[in-house]
């Protein structure tokens, strides 16, 4: 028991419960040489670049700003729908539709419920075709521009070289991307009408 209360303690315990009960419990209470990190005020949004990365705040939390951000964007389904407030449950349906729509299953619903009683359908539906019709020849656009710098060499069964030859390539690559235009200028919706 003796033992006990001949114990001392060090500088830095008293200087320890001196900042606690003065109620400066993030003072020090020894001093530390050495290199010290720039430490920037940063706010919510803000954009920096720091050791070649770039970084942000996000909902208070420090975030590495990557190439795929705007791909996680489109592709990521919110927790609720912005639109109604109510909550996505994810399944293919609710997937599809905010690719599409930007919104829940039931808002797209009553927006095409209010389309229809307004007698508008038809010029919705044009539009939405026409839409997908684009998108498709978008994607074969890309597939063409592909196809004209694409080397024309191929691997065999047997593990050969093969170099195809033959064909107007440039001729091709002119009338098909013409016949492009002129589909991206067609509507397709009314043409099905008639």
């Given at each position: 028991m003796d033992n006990n209360l001949k114990k001392e303690f060090s500088k830095r315990d008293v200087a320890r419960m001196?900042?606690?009960?003065?109620?400066?419990?993030g003072d020090r209470t020894q001093v530390q040489t050495g290199?010290?990190?720039?430490?920037?005020?940063?706010?919510?949004?803000?954009?920096?670049?720091?050791d070649g990365?770039?970084?942000?705040?996000?909902?208070?939390?420090?975030?590495?700003?990557t190439k795929l951000d705007a791909i996680k964007q489109m592709v990521m389904i919110p927790l609720s729908c912005p639109n109604c407030g109510s909550v996505i449950k994810i399944n293919d349906i609710e997937k599809k539709m905010w690719?599409?729509?930007?919104?829940?299953?039931?808002?797209?619903?009553?927006?095409?419920?209010k389309i229809k009683r307004e007698g508008k359908w038809e010029e919705y539906e044009g539009t939405m075709i026409n839409g997908n019709k684009n998108a498709s020849l978008v994607d074969l656009e890309s597939a063409l521009e592909e196809w004209l710098?694409?080397?024309?060499?191929?691997?065999?069964?047997a593990g050969d070289l093969e170099a195809w030859k033959g064909g107007d390539k440039k001729g091709i690559y002119k009338q098909v991307k013409e016949r492009i235009a002129e589909l991206?200028?067609?509507?397709?919706?009314?043409?099905?009408?008639?």
């Open positions: 001196r900042n606690i009960i003065t109620g400066k419990t290199w010290e990190k720039h430490q920037g005020d940063y706010k919510e949004g803000d954009i920096w670049e720091q990365k770039k970084w942000t705040i996000k909902n208070g939390i420090k975030q590495t700003i690719a599409i729509h930007k919104t829940c299953f039931e808002c797209v619903l009553k927006k095409e419920a710098v694409q080397d024309d060499t191929f691997v065999s069964e991206k200028n067609l509507d397709i919706y009314k043409q099905n009408e008639e």
